[in-house]
Structure formats: C-alpha cells, structure tokens
C-alpha cells in the first residue's frame, strides 16, 4: 500500500518551500503520494485538532501557544508594500506609510494579528474595514502579479515572494517609517502523532530548502 504525506500550506510557502521540497522528496521516495493543500488552507485555522494533515507549514505565530500542536521554526520574512516595476512611488523620494493610501490596496486573506496591529498603527486607521477599502484579497501573489502589473495598485506580501520568481515583474516599495514586521514560517505537526520516516524525510528536506532561502537573503 502507497504511503501517503499530507501537507496543509499557505499559498506562500506552499510555492517557496513546500514545493521544492516536494520536489526532492518525490525523487527520493517514489512509492509516496503528496497531496499539497492550499485552496482551502484556510479551514485549517481554528479547526487543526480535526483537520486530517500530516505538516501544516504557516506563520506558526498563531499556533505557539497550542496544546494539541507542535511548531518548529524555518525561516523569517519581513512583510512589504509592493507594485510592478515603473510605479510612481519607486521614483519618489521620501515615501511615508500613508502614501501608499493614494493607491488600490491589495492583502493577503489571512493576516496576522500582529500585521494588522502595525499596519493600523503606522496608518493611524483601521486597515481592514470601511474606513481603509482593500481592493483585491488574495490567496496568492503569484495568481494575481498580472492585477499588479497593470495597475498601480499596491500590495502587502512577504519579502519572500519578491526576492524569488518575482522579482522581475514587483518590486518592494522603500518606505522610510516602515516598520519591522516579520512573518514566522514555520512547520505545524498534531503532538500525539509519531512520525514515521517518510515524515521525517519530508521534514529534513523542509529545513534544506529554508536554509538555502536563508542564503539567498
């Protein structure tokens, strides 16, 4: 009988880490089959202790605190604005916070709670409600980077995603009272579950490709 490994993912390192770890994993380990889920990642948060999954891999900065789960660190990425390449606001010096409110929003579905306490606080307004409009919510940055492209509309993304495949088509907005804010990537396993060795691979190989990301800046 076929092993089986069942990953729940964010869109973002579903594509940066997840997936070239699925990449080497199945060289390695023909006889298993991968399932990625990340069309309805969502319905993980809140309900972990009965989804079915054998690696969640998330900003665990939600799960630390869990009693049912496990959460095992990867790597950082500091949250951006970012547009397509020729915008406006490259070309301007001095870019405060409250410019990029002179253009269409877009965010991530899920936002931390801590990424919206800094953006509300740095934009001295509530981000996610009728007084600031988003645009556009998305799952993933690569699905909608053609919404971006032609437009000036301005989205909210992990450094991750600009310093890989699209970092010829966005870039990051230099922000001078842009504050710090980091997203915690990392890998998410229910605590009364073993792992049997083909979860052990899987997870050697996550660790791999994080710290080849680290490398690359």
């Given at each position: 009988m076929r092993?089986?490994?069942?990953?729940?993912?964010?869109?973002?390192?579903?594509?940066?880490?997840?997936g070239p770890a699925i990449a080497e994993f199945i060289k390695?380990?023909?006889?298993?089959?991968?399932?990625?889920?990340?069309n309805d990642h969502l319905k993980f948060f809140g309900s972990s202790h009965t989804t079915s999954f054998d690696i969640g891999i998330f900003d665990i900065s939600s799960f630390k605190n869990s009693s049912h789960l496990d959460c095992e660190f990867l790597l950082s990425s500091s949250a951006r604005m970012c547009c397509r390449t020729g915008h406006p606001l490259l070309d301007k010096a001095g870019v405060v916070s409250k410019d990029i409110l002179d253009y269409p929003l877009a965010?991530?579905?899920?936002i931390?709670?801590?990424?919206?306490?800094?953006?509300?606080?740095?934009?001295?307004?509530?981000?996610?409600?009728?007084?600031?409009?988003?645009?556009?919510?998305?799952?993933?940055?690569?699905?909608?980077?053609?919404?971006?492209?032609?437009?000036?509309?301005?989205?909210?993304?992990?450094?991750?995603?600009?310093?890989?495949?699209?970092?010829?088509?966005?870039?990051?907005?230099?922000?001078?009272?842009?504050p710090l804010i980091e997203a915690e990537f990392g890998v998410v396993t229910r605590r009364e579950i073993s792992r049997p060795p083909h979860i052990e691979l899987f997870f050697e190989l996550l660790f791999e490709v994080a710290n080849r990301l680290k490398l690359m800046g």
């Open positions: 092993q089986k490994l069942t990953i729940y993912a964010s869109p973002i390192p579903a594509t940066y880490i997840a390695r380990r023909s006889d298993c089959e991968v399932q990625l889920i990340t965010t991530p579905a899920v931390p709670d801590y990424v919206v306490h800094e953006l509300n606080r740095i934009l001295d307004l509530p981000i996610i409600d009728g007084h600031c409009q988003v645009n556009l919510i998305y799952d993933s940055l690569v699905t909608v980077r053609h919404a971006l492209i032609h437009s000036d509309m301005i989205a909210l993304a992990p450094s991750l995603a600009l310093t890989q495949s699209l970092s010829n088509e966005l870039a990051p907005i230099k922000i001078d009272d842009w």
